[in-house]
């Protein structure tokens, strides 16, 4: 006989002993009563033995399945609505430390909100800066387009003016070799109709020819006018005077006999206001 079955006097205690034993088990296991005559039959007593003494030395605070037991051990089942309500999750963070995390992302979204602002800046200054160079470059180039322009157009006034001066003293100069082709020949001094006549001009040149008495004022002035192709200043304008009395020439058809003039004769040449 083992030692646990030596402290009972027949299987019926046996039995007994087992029941309670069983019900410290939460829950408390289900377990058939067998008639103690068909115990040895149906259990084994080296097992229940075995189980009685670790029962005995385990306090059981859970409940426990058991593979050897003859029936299984089932766990109550509650209804939902009995269920306990699920306790709330405690919040990870509190709100002073989700405000934190808020400024902070706030914080970084205006930094990075000032410096693109300020790279916009920087650019729009360059581009200013740029276009402000690039206005300086084109009004430099402009103006000394304009300074080329107003070069080129003074030159070729020049040259314009030049080469109508050319012209001009071309013409004039064709004008006083025909003035003095058509000059009648000078007469001979011994001949008793000519006449010594004597011209002063404004800067106090002098120069004389004889002219016959047959001959115009108007061939007189040629002969004076003509005068400008020897090197002589003649006023484009001018009169002819005599003085004592003076006498202003103007009727240049005058025919010279038809004049006062003596045989020796000073004109003056005064420029003419005209």
Request: hydrophobic share 30%; net charge negative.
């Amino acid at each position: 006989m083992d030692p646990v079955s030596e402290n009972y006097e027949d299987d019926t205690e046996l039995q007994r002993a087992l029941d309670e034993s069983y019900q410290h088990i939460s829950p408390p296991l289900s377990i058939p009563t067998y008639p103690s005559q068909n115990i040895e039959e149906s259990l084994d007593k080296d097992i229940a033995t075995a189980l009685l003494m670790s029962m005995e030395e385990l306090e059981f605070t859970e409940p426990q399945t058991y593979e050897n037991l003859p029936l299984p051990v089932q766990a109550p089942q509650v209804p939902p609505e009995l269920e306990p309500e699920s306790e709330p999750v405690p919040q990870l963070m509190d709100d002073s430390v989700i405000d934190i995390s808020e400024a902070i992302e706030e914080s970084k979204m205006e930094e990075e909100k000032r410096q693109l602002n300020e790279r916009r800046l920087h650019v729009r200054e360059q581009d200013d800066a740029y276009e402000t160079s690039m206005a300086i470059d084109r009004s430099k180039e402009d103006y000394l387009k304009e300074i080329e322009r107003n070069e080129k157009k003074q030159k070729e006034e020049l040259m314009r003016l030049e080469k109508m001066k050319a012209q001009e003293k071309d013409e004039r100069e064709r004008y006083l070799k025909a003035l003095e082709l058509s000059l009648p020949m000078e007469p001979d001094a011994s001949d008793p109709n000519a006449l010594h006549l004597t011209f002063r001009l404004p800067n106090g040149d002098r120069f004389s020819r004889f002219f016959l008495k047959s001959s115009t004022l108007k061939q007189v002035k040629n002969f004076v006018d003509s005068q400008e192709l020897q090197g002589k200043s003649i006023p484009l304008s001018y009169n002819l005077i005599t003085d004592f009395p003076k006498q202003i020439w103007n009727n240049l058809a005058l025919h010279l006999s038809e004049t006062n003039f003596q045989k020796r004769q000073l004109l003056r040449i005064e420029l003419s206001e005209n």
